[in-house]
């Protein structure tokens, strides 16, 4: 199987969307409006004696069509408001939110939050951010580009992205769908360290499940396009090929036997490791010490060929934001240097459980990627299964077969037999076995064939060995 993801970026969508600064936004309240609501909260969190607050107000509104089999099935439009409030009573917590805008409903909604803390133990790590962390300077990350479409131009785009699909080929006998989102959302916070911001953001977004064959010898597979502007995304078109040629690679599919060999992730599932790295070095699973990765700060667990980088501040980006949950600054950095883990992924309070410092990523990480020293320009799919030589290509992983606390990992998984360099015949119902501790070790190879899946960049992962159970 060719990897087809360059042409699936290729011809891009007419969209005929407006720009930021022409476009209605599609809201129903202004950030003006948004900053009274708050700070309304805060004022009266503070009236009714609490030690410190913060309030957070949002909005997100969007537009969902599916399509199946040239047909339209489902039309959902969504509007969402929210006020969370959360109070501190010294060191004791209370959260409340409501849906409700109203002068009545926020002081409620305080005062409830203000009754939680007073019957919530104290826990000495509470707390806001210390103040000196917090971010002043809000960069504009452009990341806000809302889609003037509606459900007629949607529909359209879906049943040309499937109608793509099914005439890629005779073999493409069925289709589990298609569909456009279009979703955006605004949203401003400050509490009483002296915090204040927000931004609006928007994520837009084209997909296709097409089946190849017949009876017992059905293949599935699927390809989307996603991006902050709707002018980026692949073309209907482009995306239905490829999704169509990705199940038709897999007709014919077969067991193997079990054995052990070298194994490549196809770069989505890649993301999917650098995932489990992630979770194993943040903050909850560190000190509740449920974590395979304990005590790795300093320490070697990739090759030395290996860096891991984390930037916050790429424009468009879909894991970019100008500071994170709790209003810290964030800052670009090396996670990972030479193989070396360099840092956590914290929020303060899992910086205080472990006497140490925030690292800006209270509610996740930001735009990180993944590199070797060895990869070369030319390092594509095709260089990748050179480098493989004879083993198995991963595209598709099933079940959650992880365990955070061992490191084990066991999925079940299809792909290909891969002999000499070669893409021999598809594979099917066989499971893929190792400790992600050996795994990350056993990289030999990242790919030039970079793709992104939301705050995650990888190319394609070469392992030196897994165990394979086949039949």
Same mark, same amino acid.
């Given at each position: ?155 359209? @785009?879906?049943?040309?992205?499937? $109608? &793509?699909? *099914? ?7 069925? /289709?589990? %769908? !298609? ?84 194994? @490549?992730?196809?770069?989505?599932? $890649? &993301?999917? *490791? ?7 070095? /943040?903050? %909850? !699973? ?84 993944? @590199?070797?020293?060895?990869?070369? $320009? ?12 004879? %083993? ?80």
């Amino acid at each position: 199987m060719k990897t087809l993801q360059n042409s699936a970026k290729g011809a891009k969508v007419a969209t005929g969307a407006s720009t930021p600064a022409t476009a209605d936004s599609g809201f129903a309240y202004s950030r003006s409006f948004f900053e009274g609501l708050v700070d309304s909260a805060l004022a009266h969190a503070k009236k009714i004696g609490a030690t410190n607050a913060g309030a957070e107000a949002s909005e997100g509104c969007g537009l969902s069509v599916s399509v199946r089999k040239g047909s339209l099935e489902t039309v959902e439009r969504n509007r969402d408001k929210s006020l969370g409030v959360t109070v501190y009573i010294g060191q004791r917590r209370g959260n409340a939110s409501t849906s409700d805008f109203s002068a009545a409903a926020i002081e409620q909604t305080v005062q409830a939050a203000y009754d939680i803390a007073r019957f919530t133990a104290e826990d000495p790590i509470a707390g806001l951010p210390d103040a000196d962390l917090i971010s002043h300077e809000h960069r504009d990350l452009d990341l806000f580009f809302p889609w003037a479409i509606d459900s007629e131009g949607a529909t359209r @785009l879906a049943l040309e992205c499937e $109608a &793509a699909a *099914l005439g890629t080929s005779k073999r493409i006998t069925n /289709s589990e %769908g !298609a569909g456009v989102s279009a979703q955006q959302s605004h949203f401003f916070s400050a509490h009483t360290h002296g915090f204040r911001g927000g931004y609006a953001s928007s994520r837009h977004s084209i997909s296709v499940a097409p089946i190849a064959g017949k009876g017992s010898g059905m293949q599935r597979d699927a390809w989307y396009s996603s991006m902050r502007d709707a002018t980026q995304l692949a073309s209907p078109q482009a995306v239905g090929r490829y999704a169509a040629e990705r199940a038709l690679s897999r007709l014919n599919a077969r067991k193997i036997p079990t054995t052990q060999c070298p194994v @490549l992730f196809e770069s989505p599932l $890649a &993301a999917g *490791l650098l995932g489990g790295f992630v979770q194993a070095v /943040s903050g %909850g !699973a560190l000190y509740r010490k449920s974590s395979f990765l304990l005590d790795s700060l300093g320490k070697q667990v990739f090759p030395k060929h290996i860096d891991l980088l984390e930037d916050p501040f790429v424009l468009r980006g879909k894991g970019s934001s100008p500071f994170d949950e709790e209003g810290v600054r964030v800052q670009a950095r090396k996670v990972v240097d030479r193989g070396r883990v360099e840092g956590y992924f914290l929020s303060s309070y899992s910086a205080r459980k472990l006497g140490m410092q925030t690292t800006g990523n209270a509610g996740g990480s930001h735009n990180l990627t993944l @590199l070797s020293r060895q990869t070369k $320009a030319g390092d594509d799919l095709d260089a990748m299964l050179k480098k493989l030589g004879t %083993g198995l290509f991963v595209i598709e992983l099933m079940g959650h077969g992880v365990n955070y606390v061992t490191g084990d990992y066991s999925r079940g998984a299809s792909g290909f037999w891969v002999e000499n360099g070669e893409i021999a015949f598809p594979v099917e119902e066989i499971t893929i076995a190792g400790n992600l501790k050996d795994m990350f070790m056993g990289i030999q190879a990242v790919g030039a064939d970079q793709y992104n899946y939301g705050a995650k960049s990888v190319g394609s992962v070469l392992i030196n060995r897994m165990k394979v159970a086949g039949s």
